[in-house]
């Protein structure tokens, strides 16, 4: 082979290290799947014929897979030639309460990112956030922190040291959130605010620790169950006013943990629209 047929190849493909985040169904074989990958961001590729019985690339192609893939250029989507997976990660798959985090983790990456080129530090983040839950941290410490680097990530990172009205330094006292304004707001500046709900002293403090901590600093703090569930509506809240879009996944997250906790389950399997 010629240097410029050894060139020419390799401009026609090039290789990706990638999580699956999602696939479905294309053609009579074939299957669309969405990437997010280290060297070029999220991106979508084809898989051909891996619908079929005996395809040697439909066990490395599952959603939640960390894959190393070659893939060739086509006119519109990219054609993956080879998949190798890396890590399949387990426990995310066997335990149903942990298969929904993850949902919720690549759902929130999947709103936030577009096919916009390389950004390693999300996708360093996502990898380290896959192979934290199946590690069994304690799954709503791994979301939060990840809530917390991801917002930073994409340009959205609350303010929640100073109020983003006045510029007063926050007082240990419990103070109010603003989604509109991005951070927190003194009592006097909150309390007749439209839109404005109030955070608690503890629910602020552990934000901030993990605003400004690395995840093993992170992992340390103790929280009661009140204030974990007051961070997780807070977040929720505010992510949701980012996005301008109710997500999926968190609805169903409530109801397999009433289901763990033995109360009722007022929903149908589905009926999120997540499986």
């Known amino acids: 082979m010629t240097r410029q047929a050894t060139n020419d190849k390799r401009q026609r493909s090039f290789r990706v290290q990638a999580v699956v985040m999602h696939r479905k169904d294309w053609g009579e074989a074939d299957r669309l799947v969405r990437l997010f990958s280290r060297e070029q961001g999220k991106l979508q590729a084809i898989a051909k014929g891996v619908r079929k019985l005996h395809s040697r690339k439909a066990g490395h192609l599952e959603p939640f897979t960390r894959v190393s893939l070659q893939l060739a250029r086509a006119r519109d989507i990219p054609i993956i030639t080879q998949a190798e997976a890396l890590d399949l990660y387990m426990p995310l ?159 169903f997250l409530r109801r397999m943990r009433k289901t763990l906790q033995g109360e009722p389950d007022e929903l149908g399997v589905g009926d999120d629209g997540l499986f």
């Open 93 to 251: 798959r066997e335990d149903l309460l942990l298969t929904t985090y993850t949902s919720y983790v690549i759902e929130i990456l999947d709103r936030f990112t577009y096919e916009e080129g390389e950004n390693r530090f999300i996708y360093n983040l996502l990898v380290d956030t896959l192979d934290r839950l199946g590690k069994l941290y304690e799954p709503e410490l791994v979301v939060r922190y990840y809530e917390m680097r991801l917002l930073d990530y994409v340009g959205f990172r609350p303010q929640l040291f100073d109020c983003v009205e006045c510029g007063e330094q926050i007082q240990p006292t419990d103070q109010y959130f603003s989604a509109a304004q991005g951070g927190v707001l003194c009592p006097r500046c909150g309390l007749n605010l439209k839109g404005a709900r109030p955070i608690s002293l503890n629910a602020l403090k552990y934000l901030r620790h993990y605003q400004r901590s690395n995840f093993n600093e992170a992992s340390r703090a103790v929280i009661s169950t009140d204030v974990k569930s007051e961070m997780e509506n807070l977040m929720q809240h505010y992510l949701t006013y980012i996005l301008e879009h109710n997500l999926n996944t968190p609805t």
